[in-house]
């Protein structure tokens, strides 16, 4: 079966501080694995990630993809308030996109 | 100008009910998907279509069926709703599988009392 994992779960950080997001996937058929930023509303696209080894940046955002090993990592430095989000990993397969539980990320002022 | 929209965006409702919630997107995508996603944020897909024709149904029981009149519309229709409904319900569009991003609505939340 098809499976996303994401984590830690949560994570609390004061602001400054770089954390690292971590996904994992299991999916037959792979073409992509996606980023995206969830605040109170619906989820916005961070990344579009379809080869290995290729990092993509924006701001302070950046995130790389092993297909070897099957992950991939999305990196926040120098933290914001504005960052508290639920960061969601998601993986195209075969017709439709598998999301993960989610990494809850809180940044304390 | 929204991308995709969603009506309603919020809904109460009581057990057994039927209700519908429209989803529209302007982008002149091919292809439209339903999620729920449940307390724990944990975002499932129901459905997709590509050019009006379902392509996905993941096991979602059949008191849920979509409708896409064309391929800027899908509509959600929820036949004799039950208290697990509750959820937020999200539309999202992308250009064509495979094509990457996908663009959400802003979500229906659906409490069934």
């Known amino acids: 079966e098809d499976k996303v994992v994401q984590s830690p779960l949560s994570l609390v950080v004061h602001e400054g501080d770089t954390v690292t997001l971590n996904c994992s996937y299991e999916?037959?058929?792979?073409?992509?694995l996606l980023w995206y930023k969830q605040e109170k509303k619906a989820p916005t696209f961070l990344f579009m990630l379809t080869s290995s080894g290729i990092e993509k940046k924006s701001g302070r955002l950046s995130s790389i993809l092993d297909k070897k090993e099957l992950f991939s990592i999305l990196n926040i430095t120098a933290t914001q308030t504005g960052d508290s989000a639920i960061y969601l990993c998601a993986v195209e397969g075969t017709y439709k996109y598998i999301f993960g539980t989610g990494t809850r990320l809180k940044v304390l002022a | 100008d929204t991308a995709v929209s969603q009506t309603p965006k919020y809904l109460v409702t009581q057990m057994g009910n039927d209700k519908s919630i429209k989803c529209e997107q302007n982008l002149g995508h091919d292809t439209m998907y339903w999620y729920k996603q449940d307390s724990k944020k944990f975002l499932k897909i129901m459905f997709s279509?590509?050019?009006?024709?379902?392509?996905i149904n993941e096991t979602v029981p059949n008191r849920f069926s979509p409708k896409s009149p064309d391929k800027a519309h899908l509509n959600l229709h929820i036949n004799s709703l039950e208290l697990g409904d509750s959820a937020v319900y999200f539309c999202?569009?992308?250009?064509?599988?495979?094509?990457?991003?996908?663009?959400f609505g802003p979500g229906t939340r659906l409490t069934v009392l």
């Open positions: 279509y590509n050019n009006k024709e379902l392509i």
């Open positions: 999916v037959t058929n792979f073409r992509s």
């Open positions: 999202a569009s992308s250009q064509n599988y495979g094509m990457g991003e996908q663009f």
